[in-house]
C-alpha cells in the first residue's frame, strides 16, 4: 500500500530514485513468484497439531515448575500469591454484594431491586435523570433475559478493575502529568501496552496468577488503565498556563497548584479517561471468559464453541446494552462535570437527593431482606424469545442467503486468502524471510529490515513459522479490506456532512462495544470458516480505519479543493488527485492501525475457525500440554505485530519525507 | 550601567529615594548550559543570533540594570521578542534568572530560598497578566479572593476583602457571575481586582491591556491611572505600546533583543533618543504632547523683552501653546525663581509642526 502511494505522488519528483523504487519491489515479487513455482512445500517447517517442540516442553515445564513453586519461592508467597489474594478478596466481596450467595445466605447481599434503584440513584445523582432511566431500564432487561446473575458478575469484575485501574491510574497520570521525567518514562512503556494485541499477555498471566477472576481481573487491569493514565496525565499537560502562572505568582505551594488549578482545570479531561477504562475494562472482562471469568463473556463463549447462535445472541445483547449503560452514564456525569448541574435551586436538589437516597436505601433493604425483591421473578420470557428469534434469523439467512454469503465467503478466500496462503506459508522459510527483509529495506528502511530480520529469526524459533505465515495472510488480507473499507467509506464521510452525521454515531457506537459481540452475527452468517474470522478483524478494524481516513478528508483545507473545482476537475479527479494525496498520512495512520486492530482479533478468530497462531493460542488456555505451545502462539502474535507495525512506520516515514524536493 | 545613557537635566527623577526594586547585572539565558554566558566575557560579548549558532543559547534578558522608585509607574517597553516579558518574570521568579541580582528591600531576591520567595509573591507582589488567568469554574468573588485563599486566608476575610475591591474596580454587581460570562475588558478587571486584594507593595502588570480593544484599552488605562492615584502602589507595567508606555510610565526602559537601549522619562527619550532605533521608534509620537518647556526653550538674548508671562519648566508644550501664542513676548521659563530661558512662537510653531528636537 506504501508504495503505490508513494509513486501516485512523486510524478514531479527526481525520476532515477523514484521509478528505481517501485521497480526493484516489483522484481523483487516476481523473483520470488518463479522461486516459489520450483521451491514450493520445500521446508515449510509445518508443525502438526499435537506435536510440541523443544521449546514448547520447555515452556511447559516452566509451567509445571512455576505450579510447583507457587506455594514455596518467596517471589509467589510474598508477592504474586499476596496479589492473586486481594484480588481474588476484592472480587469476591463485589460478587458477594452484588452476584453469588455469600456470608451464609443463600443470594447475594444486594438483590435485583437493591441493585436497580442504587445504580439509578447513582446515575441520576452524578449526570441526569435521563441516564438514570436508561440505566434502570437496562438492568431490568438483564433480569428478563434471564441473566441477572451472570450480568452482575460481568459488573463485579468489572468495577474491581477499574476500581483498581483507577486508583493506581489516577495517580499514575497525576504524576506524568507534572513531573517531564516521569511522562519520559511511562510514555513508551503505554505504547507498548497499546500496540500489543491485547488478548496475548492473557497466557503469561495464566503463568503466574492462575486461571481464574484474580487473572481475569489484572488482565483487565493492565489493559483499561493506560487509557485512565494517559488521559489524566493528557488533562493535566493541556491546562491552559495563563490560570497556571497566575496561581503560582500569588506564591502557591505544589499542592495549592495541584488542587487549586490542575485538577479542577483538568475535572472534565479527567472523568473521560474514567469513561474510557470503564469501556476498556467491560470489554477486556467479556474477552477474559477465555482465562475462566465468570460472566456473560462465559455465556458467549460457551454457545459460540457449540455454535448456539440464540444464546450467544441473547448475551450479546446484554453485553451491549451493559456497554451503552455505563458510556452513557459516565459521559452524561462527564458533562455535569463541566457545565454544573443546571438546577435552578440548590435547596430543591439537596431535598430531592435525600428523598430519592431514601428510596433507594429502603429498595436495598427490601432486597436484603424479601426474596421477591432478591431473586429476579420467574416467568420473563423475553431471554428466550430473544434466543429463538436470534435462531429463527440465523436459519433463514442460512437457508435463503445462502447463495450471496456463499458466493461473498468464496469469493474472497478462492481468490484472496488461498494464493495468498499458499504463497506465504509453501514457500521456503528462508525465501520468505529473505523476501520480508528486503520489502521492509525497500519500502521502509534499513533499521525496519534489522527488526524484520530479527523477529523472522523469532517467529521461526517459536516453532510456529508455518502458522505463523498462514496467520499473516489472513491478516493481510483482513487489512486489505479494512483499508478499501476505510478509503470508500472514509471518503464518503469527508466529502458529505450528511454521510458523517448518519455513519459516525454508527462507527461510535461499533468501538464501544466489546469486541466479541461482532462474532455472534458473522458466525451466524458465514458459519465457522477462516472467513469468519477475517469478517471478524474487519469489523472489529474498520470503524478506527473509516474514522481515521474520514478525519484526514476533513482536515484538508476548504480553499484547495475549492482551487481544484475551479480548474474543473470532476468529482472523481478531486477525489484522487488532491483529496487522496493530501490526506496520504491518514491513509498510511489507517493502514497501520487497521493491521494493530486486526491481529489483536487474531486470538478471537481462533475462536470461530481461523486456525493457525489463534487456535493454537486458544487450544493452549484449555489443554495442559498445549500450554507451552500456546504461549509460543502468543509470542508469535506479538512479534508479527512489531514486525508489521515497524515496517508500516518506516514506510510512513519514508513517504512523508518524500515529497519535500517539491517544497524546497 | 544603562540608566547613564539618560541626558540630564533628570537622569533619575528619583535620586534621593531608596529604590523598592534595585535590578543589577540580570540575565536570563535559555539554552543548553545557559549558566556560563553571563561569566563569559566573549560569549557575553556576541550578538543574538552569534550566540545562538556558536552555544545554541539565546539570551532573552543581558545584563540588565535599573531601579524602580517607590510609588512610581515604572514601564518597561519593547516590540515582541525583545525579553520584557521574561524580564518581569524574572523579579518574581516565575522565571529563573541566569545571572545578577534583584534587590527588593534590601534584600536579594535570587537568593530567597523556596519558602522565602511563596511568601513575598503571597505578601508583596502580585501581577496582572496579558490573558487575564482567571480561573473558569470560579466566580468573581472566588476569583478575586484566591490569592488570599492560597495564603490561607479564612472565607468570611476573603469574601468581604474581594468586594471591598471588586468595588474599587468597578465590578459591583458581577460577584457571582463566571469569567465567561464577561466581556475582555471586565475580566481584566477581575485581574486587577484579584491583584489588588492581597494587599501588595508592587503590582506588575504583563501588556495587560494588550488583548483588549483600542476604545477599552483606554478605559483601563485611565482606570489604572486613578488606581494608581487612589492606591499609590508601586508598579511595574510591561507594554509594546508607546503610548500606552508615555501615558502610564513616570519612567521608561525600553529594551531590545535583551538589552536595555535607553531608560528615563517619557520627555527624555523623545527629547534626547539615545540612538537611531530608539529615534526611529518615537519619531511619529505627537511631540507637543510629550515634551516639557525645558526642551523647547533657548537662553534669552538681549533683545527678548522679558517681561512677559511666566510658566514652569514641566509644563508639556500643547498647554502653553496658547499662553505663549498669545503674548507679544517671549515666555519666561522660571524655576524656584531663577529663570532659566525663554519660549517664543517660532519655538512652539517648531515643535506644533513637528520639526526634530535633540537630534
Redesign the interface.
Known amino acids: 500500500m506504501a508504495t503505490t502511494t508513494m509513486t501516485g505522488s512523486s510524478t514531479r519528483t527526481t525520476p532515477r530514485r523514484r521509478i528505481t523504487k517501485p521497480l526493484a519491489v516489483v522484481g523483487l515479487l516476481a523473483l520470488w513468484l518463479v522461486a516459489w513455482t520450483l521451491l514450493r512445500g520445500q521446508d515449510m517447517l509445518e508443525l502438526p497439531r499435537a506435536t510440541l517442540t523443544d521449546l514448547h516442553h520447555w515452556l511447559n515445564d516452566v509451567n509445571d515448575s512455576v505450579g510447583a513453586s507457587r506455594n514455596s519461592s518467596p517471589i509467589f508467597l510474598y508477592f504474586f500469591n499476596e496479589i492473586r489474594a486481594v484480588m481474588d478478596a476484592l472480587v469476591t466481596f463485589v460478587q458477594g454484594l452484588i452476584a453469588q450467595p455469600a456470608y451464609a445466605r443463600p443470594v447475594p447481599v444486594l438483590g435485583w431491586l437493591g441493585v436497580v434503584a442504587l445504580v439509578s440513584y447513582a446515575s441520576w445523582a452524578f449526570a441526569n435523570w435521563r441516564v438514570a432511566l436508561l440505566a434502570a431500564g437496562g438492568f431490568i432487561l438483564f433480569g428478563l433475559q434471564g441473566l441477572w446473575q451472570e450480568s452482575m458478575d460481568t459488573l463485579a469484575l468489572t468495577l474491581v478493575a477499574v476500581f483498581v485501574s483507577l486508583l493506581f491510574g489516577i495517580p499514575l497520570g497525576i504524576l506524568a502529568g507534572v513531573s517531564d521525567r516521569f511522562h519520559r518514562l511511562i510514555t513508551p512503556v503505554l505504547d507498548l501496552m497499546q500496540t500489543m494485541p491485547t488478548f496475548v499477555y492473557l497466557a503469561p498471566l495464566t503463568l503466574v496468577f492462575l486461571i481464574g477472576p484474580a487473572s481475569a481481573t489484572i488482565a483487565t487491569l493492565i489493559y483499561a488503565m493506560p487509557p485512565a493514565i494517559r488521559i489524566t496525565a493528557h488533562g493535566i499537560r493541556s491546562v491552559?498556563a495563563?490560570?497556571?502562572?497566575?496561581?503560582?505568582?500569588?506564591?502557591?505551594?505544589r499542592r495549592?497548584r495541584l488542587t487549586?488549578?490542575l485538577l479542577?482545570?483538568s475535572?472534565r479531561t479527567i472523568v473521560l479517561g474514567v469513561n474510557q477504562t470503564i469501556m476498556a475494562a467491560l470489554a477486556m472482562v467479556t474477552v477474559a471468559a477465555l482465562i475462566d471469568a465468570p460472566g456473560l463473556g462465559k455465556t458467549v463463549i460457551k454457545a459460540l464453541q457449540t455454535t448456539d447462535v440464540g444464546t450467544a445472541f441473547n448475551a450479546g445483547v446484554a453485553i451491549v446494552v451493559m456497554a451503552i449503560v455505563l458510556d452513557r452514564v459516565t459521559t452524561a456525569a462527564s458533562v455535569r462535570a463541566e457545565q454544573g448541574g443546571g438546577e435552578p435551586n440548590p435547596r430543591i436538589r439537596r431535598l430531592l437527593l435525600a428523598g430519592f437516597g431514601l428510596v433507594a436505601a429502603v429498595c436495598s433493604y427490601l432486597s436484603y431482606t424479601y426474596l421477591w425483591a432478591s431473586e429476579f421473578p420467574e416467568g420473563g420470557q423475553l431471554g428466550e424469545y430473544l434466543s429463538q428469534g436470534a435462531t429463527t434469523v440465523t436459519t433463514w439467512a442460512q437457508h435463503n442467503l445462502a447463495d450471496v454469503t456463499a458466493a461473498v465467503k468464496d469469493g474472497v478466500t478462492i481468490a484472496l486468502l488461498n494464493p495468498l496462503e499458499a504463497l506465504l506459508a509453501e514457500s521456503p522459510w528462508w525465501l520468505m524471510g529473505a523476501v520480508i527483509v528486503i520489502l521492509a529495506a525497500l519500502i521502509g528502511n534499513l533499521r525496519a529490515a534489522a527488526v524484520a530480520a530479527v523477529c523472522v529469526g523469532l517467529l521461526v524459533g517459536t516453532g510456529l513459522w508455518n502458522a505463523s505465515m498462514i496467520t499473516l495472510a489472513m491478516t493481510l488480507v483482513a487489512t486489505l479490506l479494512v483499508v478499501a473499507l476505510g478509503v470508500v467509506i472514509g471518503v464518503w464521510m469527508g466529502r458529505s456532512s450528511r454521510a458523517d452525521r448518519v455513519i459516525r454515531p454508527v462507527l461510535d457506537a461499533g468501538q464501544t462495544m466489546p469486541a466479541f459481540v461482532y462474532l455472534i452475527p458473522v458466525v451466524a452468517l458465514f458459519s465457522v470458516s477462516r472467513f469468519s474470522a477475517i469478517v471478524a478483524g474487519v469489523v472489529y478494524a474498520a470503524p478506527v480505519a473509516i474514522k481515521i481516513v474520514a478525519d484526514g478528508v476533513r482536515a484538508i483545507p476548504e480553499s484547495t479543493v475549492e482551487a481544484a473545482t475551479a480548474a474543473g476537475s470532476n468529482t472523481w479527479q478531486t477525489i484522487t488527485k488532491v483529496q487522496l494525496p493530501m490526506a496520504r498520512q491518514s491513509l498510511l495512520l489507517a493502514t497501520n492501525q487497521g493491521l494493530i486492530y486486526v491481529l489483536s482479533m487474531v486470538v478471537i478468530g481462533g475462536l470461530v475457525g481461523a486456525g493457525a497462531l489463534g487456535y493454537e493460542v486458544v487450544a493452549g488456555f484449555s489443554q495442559g500440554q498445549l500450554y507451552g505451545k500456546g504461549l509460543a502462539a502468543g509470542v508469535a502474535i506479538v512479534v508479527l505485530g512489531i514486525m508489521l507495525d515497524r515496517i508500516a512506520r518506516a514506510a510512513a516515514q519514508r513517504s512523508d519525507r518524500a515529497p519535500s524536493p517539491n517544497h524546497t | 550601567m544603562s540608566t547613564d545613557t539618560a541626558v540630564e537635566p533628570r537622569g533619575q527623577v528619583n535620586d534621593h529615594q531608596t529604590p523598592v526594586i534595585s535590578v543589577r547585572n540580570l540575565w536570563k539565558v535559555f539554552g543548553p548550559n545557559a549558566e556560563r554566558v553571563p561569566g563569559s566575557a566573549e560569549l557575553a560579548a556576541l550578538s543574538r543570533r552569534e550566540l545562538r549558532e556558536r552555544a545554541r543559547c539565546t539570551a532573552a534578558v543581558r545584563e540588565v540594570s535599573f531601579d524602580v522608585a517607590p510609588g512610581e509607574v515604572f514601564v518597561v517597553m519593547g516590540l515582541s521578542g525583545s525579553g520584557k516579558s521574561t524580564l518581569v518574570r524574572c523579579l518574581t521568579r516565575l522565571i529563573e534568572p541566569t545571572a545578577g541580582e534583584v534587590v527588593f528591600e534590601g534584600e536579594d531576591i535570587l537568593r530567597a530560598d523556596k519558602k522565602r520567595l511563596r511568601e513575598l509573591r503571597r505578601r508583596k507582589f502580585s501581577m496582572v497578566f496579558q490573558h487575564f488567568g482567571l480561573l473558569p469554574y470560579r466566580t468573581v468573588v472566588d476569583n478575586v479572593g484566591y490569592g488570599l485563599e492560597i495564603r490561607g486566608a479564612g472565607r468570611a476575610e476573603r469574601i468581604r476583602r474581594a468586594t471591598e475591591v471588586i468595588e474599587l474596580v468597578g465590578l459591583d454587581g458581577y460577584e457571582h457571575s463566571y469569567p465567561d460570562q464577561l466581556s475582555g475588558g471586565m475580566q481584566q478587571r477581575v485581574g486587577l481586582a484579584r491583584a489588588l486584594a492581597g494587599d501588595p507593595d508592587v503590582l506588575f502588570f504583563d501588556e495587560p491591556f494588550s488583548a483588549l480593544d483600542p476604545l477599552i484599552r483606554r478605559d483601563m488605562q485611565n482606570e489604572v491611572i486613578r488606581l494608581h492615584r487612589q492606591v499609590g502602589k508601586t508598579m511595574v507595567f510591561i507594554t509594546h505600546d508607546l503610548s500606552e508606555a508615555l501615558k502610564l510610565g513616570d519612567r521608561i526602559l525600553l529594551m531590545r533583543d535583551g538589552n536595555v537601549v535607553q531608560a528615563g522619562t517619557g520627555d527624555e527619550l523623545v527629547g534626547a533618543p539615545a540612538d537611531d532605533y530608539v529615534r526611529d521608534f518615537v519619531q511619529d509620537v505627537p511631540r507637543a504632547d510629550v515634551l516639557t518647556l525645558r526642551w523647547i526653550m533657548r537662553p534669552s538674548r538681549d533683545t527678548d523683552q522679558l517681561d512677559g508671562p511666566e510658566l514652569g519648566p514641566g509644563v508639556i508644550v500643547r498647554d502653553a501653546v496658547r499662553t505663549v501664542l498669545a503674548a507679544d513676548r517671549p515666555v519666561r521659563v522660571v524655576e524656584n525663581g531663577e529663570l532659566l530661558g525663554v519660549v517664543g512662537h517660532a519655538e512652539v510653531l517648531d515643535i506644533v509642526a513637528g520639526n526634530q528636537v535633540g537630534a
Open positions: 491552559p495563563p490560570p497556571v502562572e497566575a496561581t503560582d505568582s500569588f506564591g502557591a505551594t495549592q487549586k488549578a479542577p482545570l475535572k
